[in-house]
Nanobody, 117 residues
């Protein structure tokens, strides 16, 4: 059974930091590109950051310098360090695992992040 379990969400004041973690089981973690996505109320889900099987991180341009993704292959976890948080970062954050060949994709249940002004 594939499981992606996020943790670390919560409420923080503007300018604060949070670290999200995603524990992965049931798949060969080292073979999957991992990512974080988010969905704000009334908006579509959007990509935040991804990290390749080789550990190469990529953060969307609008979040570079504030959000950093990392992975620990030994622990089968992927993390998202979020700094200088803003109210517009408020969203449900989802962990994602993607494999291109064969094509397969898995999602976590999401964790709420709320940034107050």
């Amino acid at each position: 059974q594939v499981q992606l379990v996020e943790s670390g969400g919560g409420e923080v004041e503007s300018g604060g930091s949070l670290t999200l973690s995603c524990a992965v089981s049931g798949i060969r973690f080292s073979s999957f590109t991992m990512g974080w996505f988010r969905q704000a109320p009334g908006k579509q889900r959007e990509q935040v950051a991804t990290i390749s099987v080789r550990g190469e991180p990529s953060t969307v341009d609008s979040l570079k310098g504030r959000f950093t993704i990392s992975r620990d292959t030994g622990q089968n976890t992927v993390s998202l360090q979020m700094d200088a948080l803003k109210p517009e970062d408020t969203a449900v954050y989802y962990c994602n695992a993607k494999h291109s060949s064969p094509n397969s994709e898995y999602w976590g249940q999401g964790t709420q992040v709320t940034v107050s002004a």
